[in-house]
């Protein structure tokens, strides 16, 4: 049997990270010097219960910094007395460059399109142990003498915890805030932290913190991205669509597809009369009636481009256009007082003042 008095580890020769490392060998004697390096710690065993804790530092073994052993094991007094325990080093420094990701697509449906898609997310994340008796504790456990435990350890056990947490951190968001996965990115770093708060107080039960959790990528697969962008474009075109004409062949906008619409506006015959060479414009997005010269709805919220409505046809034109690119009808406004023609977006004449 091979007494050990001195106990130290400086880590894999190679170099590579490691995380927990049991020492092999168990026989000890009192009066053995205990080198732990910065940033480990050093756990005693002894009968599967884990007793005494040494951080960075250099110990001389004796009954008096081994008071949760000495309850265990019958030191006589006086020389070299032989032991028998398990020493495990903990690497206590942050490991910061660990990776996470949805190994399978989970389906979810886009909260503003309604279409279904096959979401896949990843990202990072760094760890670092905070109870190094807790951990080993639960979930170590019983290891050969001599084993090495790295980070991936860890991460192959979270693994699952953490797809489960961050698919039901980002459907549950996303829905309750109506965002569609062609707006995410903007998002990304309040999921981050949802999903961090979340996934920390599972680690935390095993003496593990969780550090910089970022979620980098959300997305369905390429071809459903370029459909939804597809599908958008169609409603915008409908909505666009939504102005026609009436029994008199005036032009009034299909009000099915415009909310909050009162008055003038919820009568199609009144609504022709009013838009009729005013210069009104339509929200390419809700169908709104809009006044002249406005730059953004005032239902919607959408950015307006400034267009002049057909009084013939209902086509909308750009406000340079003096004819219809639809029906050919006249798209500027003669003067009552000098005769000069404006633009249909003009409320007063260029060269008199006059009203229009």
Not at 187 to 213: D, H, M, P, T, W
Not at 336 to 354: F, K, L, P, R, W
């Amino acid at each position: 049997m091979t007494v050990i008095d001195r106990i130290k580890y400086d880590g894999p020769s190679n170099g590579t990270p490691w995380l927990i490392y049991k020492y092999p060998g168990e026989q000890f004697v009192l009066g053995s010097q205990l080198i732990v390096n910065q940033g480990q710690e050093a756990l005693f065993f002894k009968g599967g219960e884990a007793l005494d804790l040494f951080r960075g530092g250099t110990y001389t073994l004796k009954t008096g910094n081994l008071p949760l052993l000495s309850r265990i094991v019958n030191f006589p007094f006086g020389g070299e007395t032989p032991f028998s325990a398990e020493i495990y080093f903990i690497n206590m420094t942050s490991r910061l460059d660990m990776t996470w990701g949805t190994a399978e697509p989970f389906q979810l449906e886009d909260p503003k399109y309604g279409k279904i898609l096959s979401i896949r997310s990843h990202g990072r994340y760094g760890l670092r142990i905070i109870d190094a008796r807790m951990f080993v504790n639960e979930l170590v456990g019983a290891v050969l003498h001599g084993t090495t435990i790295t980070h991936q350890f860890v991460a192959k056990y979270f693994s699952g915890l953490i797809a489960t947490v961050t698919k039901s951190a980002i459907s549950d968001y996303m829905i309750k805030q109506k965002i569609s996965f062609l707006e995410i990115t903007v998002y990304l770093k309040a999921l981050s932290e949802i999903c961090k708060n979340e996934i920390s107080r599972e680690f935390e039960r095993y003496g593990v913190e969780i550090q910089n959790f970022y979620v980098e990528y959300i997305s369905p697969p390429k071809c459903e991205i370029e459909e939804l962008k597809k599908y958008k474009e169609s409603l915008m075109t409908r909505n666009c669509s939504s102005v026609r004409r009436d029994s008199y062949g005036n032009s009034f906008v299909n009000n099915r597809n415009v909310e909050g619409t009162t008055g003038a506006e919820s009568h199609p015959g009144r609504e022709s009369a009013t838009t009729q060479n005013t210069g009104r414009m339509i929200c390419p997005r809700c169908s709104a009636v809009l006044e002249s010269g406005m730059k953004f709805c005032g239902n919607c919220g959408e950015k307006i481009s400034r267009s002049i409505i057909c009084p013939r046809c209902g086509t909308q034109n750009d406000e340079n256009m003096k004819f219809c690119v639809q029906c050919g009808a006249k798209l500027v406004k003669k003067c009552t007082a000098c005769g000069v023609e404006n633009s249909m977006q003009q409320n007063y004449c260029g060269n008199c003042g006059n009203s229009l």
